[in-house]
């Protein structure tokens, strides 16, 4: 029987033009079997339509910039108002500090600088599993 | 080879073959360096054998442009800064400046400014795009009133103004050309830099913007502006920076630099100008990596090749169109977050790298980068590095004091000739821009980025404290942090204000006229007329926003344009 691959939607904010880390995980993503779906120079609401659109199971973010904290916030409002559950993560430039506001507004997990791309496969694949296996129970 | 060499050499070979390889069963390592050049483990006259001589100041200047290095002046310590508000921004130009920024010399204050992102791609603070992004990483800088918080009480023919822009090169020019004429400068005393080089940022941060034509057109028009009218005006910073920071090996950086190069210089011709009118004032912004004498090598090489392609292939005559300038940027990608005092180790070697190759002007990154924008303390530090260097080291007493080393000559021929390996592969697929065009380029820095992480996880190549040698305990340097929100807010009732405090059917008027002449702008021997149309608009109090959504609205682009239809 085969198994649907997890979908992953990456998402990096408007005018972020960091992009050398998530290209790393787009790419470990992939290898490990899951589907990537990028959306780039999109804000918040875009990306949260897109990922209802796509019917994903987790949304990746990526920051770089410091606009993490803004664009997250109104990320997960949109997310919120949609009523649907799915998980977001965060990676790039976050400094530590910020976890604690990031983990109350809902976010995952949250992978910094010195992270390795297997962490959020290993993470993704987790989670999604759980997720899946829930609404099916 | 003479017999005593030979003689010498065989020697050391036995050496290497009895001692090394049969008693102590040793296998040489097999060192290929980040260019891809494979090394041996020491390198002789033989290996140099076919270098010409040469001397500092005479073409093609593999050991510097002058006669004299830094003993007659020393590099110019240039740090790129910027965040929150146009006044946030200028008291970091002033803590810098009292602890040691400067251009060539005291009078020579720089004022390199790195600006938010809606303004290097030409939105206001108040366009629904910039939610989030304005006044971070650099302030919001749209208005005549922005440049003079920046720059109120600088003395402009001596003072060397760069911002960091992208697309939005040209209104910013225009808009400082009418900011130093109101205060009663004449144009022709300008001395600052243009960027000028949005190819190379489009290629590599993929966010949207004119189509590559568009951007090429741009480029010739403010070169051609700028050479007509300020000839003291440095117009294009070519960067290696953004393919060192995306792992482009120090050859390949060099390669594509110089395809740009000589893309953009025919472009040039095209739009009617000499090359040697306008070449004296290219300068490239150059990536320093860890890779400490391949770096050397590679700063020797740049400018050696800079000068043999200028003079075979574009005939200059001018010495100066030969003489290549250079801005070294550290590698802010080699900052760990983890044992963020290494990172100052990191820079020091980076610095030295640059001075033994003989740079015009450095920026050094701080220890604190790996989290965020640098903190005071951290950017102090990055300009002791320099000062240390200075006035401690004794490093910059003699010129090339590297030069005649047999690895370092070795070196740089090698570097010199894959670059032009990577400069011709570019040229058979059509050239730099029909490369970006097509994603050539971006394929090969996408194929790095990945041969890196590679490297790092199986710890191929060791980062100290990221892959190698961690520690339990995380010393964890505080981010710096910016009032964002605060930032943007006041940034959207200025603009507001600028706008309400103008004559409306004036400003509506000149950006008709930029979007008509922009139109008209098909080719580029048509170059020369853009850029007074955008003088016009900035006197008529256009907004940098407004300027480049008028750009937009004749050529499209993926960035919204500014509306200006409702003035």
């Not at chain 1, 589907?35 to 920051?63: C, K, R, W």
């Not at chain 2, 057109?217 to 920071?245: D, F, Q, V």
């Not at chain 2, 700063?299 to 800079?306: V, Y």
């Not at chain 2, 990577?422 to 097509?438: A, L, Q, W, Y």
Request: proline share 5%; aromatic share 8%.
């Amino acid at each position: 029987m085969s198994v649907e691959k997890v979908r992953v939607l990456i998402g990096r904010f408007t005018l972020d033009g960091h992009d050398r880390g998530i290209f790393t995980v787009m790419n470990a993503l992939k290898k490990a079997g899951m589907e990537v779906i990028y959306v780039h120079f999109n804000n918040p609401l875009e990306i949260v339509n897109s990922a209802i659109q796509e019917g994903v199971d987790v949304i990746g973010l990526t920051s770089s910039m410091g606009e993490h904290l803004l664009e997250c916030s109104v990320l997960m409002e949109e997310l919120r108002k949609s009523e649907l559950d799915i998980p977001v993560i965060v990676g790039g430039v976050i400094p530590t500090s910020d976890l604690p506001k990031l983990t109350e507004m809902g976010i995952k997990k949250v992978f910094g600088p010195g992270s390795k791309p297997e962490e959020a496969v290993s993470f993704i694949s987790q989670i999604s599993l759980k997720n899946r296996q829930t609404r099916k129970g | 080879m003479s017999d005593e060499t030979m003689k010498l050499r065989r020697e050391w070979e036995r050496d290497i073959a009895e001692v090394y390889e049969k008693k102590l069963d040793f296998t040489l390592p097999d060192y290929i360096n980040e260019s891809g050049i494979p090394l041996k483990c020491v390198y002789d006259r033989e290996d140099v054998s076919d270098t010409p001589p040469e001397m500092p100041g005479q073409y093609p200047y593999t050991r510097g442009i002058r006669a004299l290095g830094y003993q007659y002046r020393p590099w110019m310590i240039q740090m790129l800064h910027g965040f929150g508000t146009s006044e946030e921004t200028r008291g970091r130009t002033d803590f810098l400046s009292k602890e040691g920024m400067r251009g060539y010399g005291k009078d020579n204050p720089v004022v390199l400014i790195e600006v938010d992102a809606p303004t290097t791609v030409g939105l206001d603070p108040d366009d629904p795009l910039s939610f989030g992004a304005t006044g971070l990483g650099g302030p919001s800088i749209s208005t005549l009133d922005d440049l003079d918080n920046l720059l109120k009480g600088y003395d402009l023919s001596k003072t060397r103004f760069a911002p960091n822009t992208r697309f939005t090169c040209l209104p910013m020019l225009a808009l400082y050309v009418v900011y130093a004429e109101n205060r009663g400068y004449k144009i022709e005393e300008l001395i600052g830099q243009s960027q000028n080089d949005s190819l190379t940022r489009w290629l590599t941060t993929d966010i949207g913007g004119p189509a590559p034509k568009v951007q090429q057109k741009l480029r010739a028009e403010l070169i051609h502006y700028t050479t007509n009218h300020m000839p003291r005006w440095n117009h294009t910073n070519l960067s290696g920076y953004h393919y060192g920071e995306m792992c482009a090996p120090p050859a390949q950086q060099l390669g594509i630099v110089m395809s740009q190069a000589v893309d953009l210089i025919s472009d040039c011709i095209k739009a009617g100008l000499n090359p040697d009118d306008f070449i004296p004032r290219l300068s490239s912004q150059v990536h320093m990596g860890m890779s400490l004498f391949e770096e050397i090598a590679k700063l020797r090489a740049w400018r050696r090749l800079w000068a043999k392609i200028m003079r075979e292939r574009f005939h200059c005559q001018n010495p100066r169109s030969l003489q290549y300038r250079m801005h070294v940027h550290t590698g802010g990608a080699s900052m760990t977050m983890e044992q963020p005092l290494n990172n100052i180790v990191r820079s020091t070697l980076q610095v030295l790298a640059s001075v033994l190759g003989g740079t015009q002007s450095l920026h050094t990154c701080s220890y604190d980068e790996a989290v965020g924008l640098p903190s005071e303390d951290a950017v102090r530090t990055a300009i002791r590095v320099n000062q240390i260097i200075l006035h401690e080291s004794g490093a910059p007493h003699v010129s090339d004091p590297l030069g005649g080393s047999f690895y370092v000559e070795w070196l740089t021929n090698r570097i010199e000739a894959e670059a032009r390996k990577v400069m011709n592969e570019i040229e058979d697929r059509g050239g730099f821009c029909k490369c970006v065009e097509s994603g050539f380029i971006r394929r090969l820095l996408n194929e790095r980025v990945i041969e890196w992480r590679q490297k790092v996880d199986k710890e191929e190549k060791v980062v100290v404290g990221l892959n190698r040698f961690r520690s339990e305990k995380q010393s964890d340097v505080p981010a710096f942090s910016v009032d964002v929100q605060k930032a943007s807010e006041i940034a959207i009732r200025r603009i507001e204000e600028y706008r309400a405090s103008r004559k409306a059917p004036q400003a509506r008027r000149a950006l008709e006229k930029v979007e008509q002449v922009m139109l008209a702008y098909e080719s580029l021997e048509q170059a020369g007329k853009l850029m007074p149309a955008l003088i016009e608009a900035a006197r008529a109090h256009c907004t940098l926003g407004e300027m480049m959504g008028a750009i937009y609205k004749a050529t499209g682009g993926q960035v919204h344009a500014s509306e200006y239809g409702k003035l």
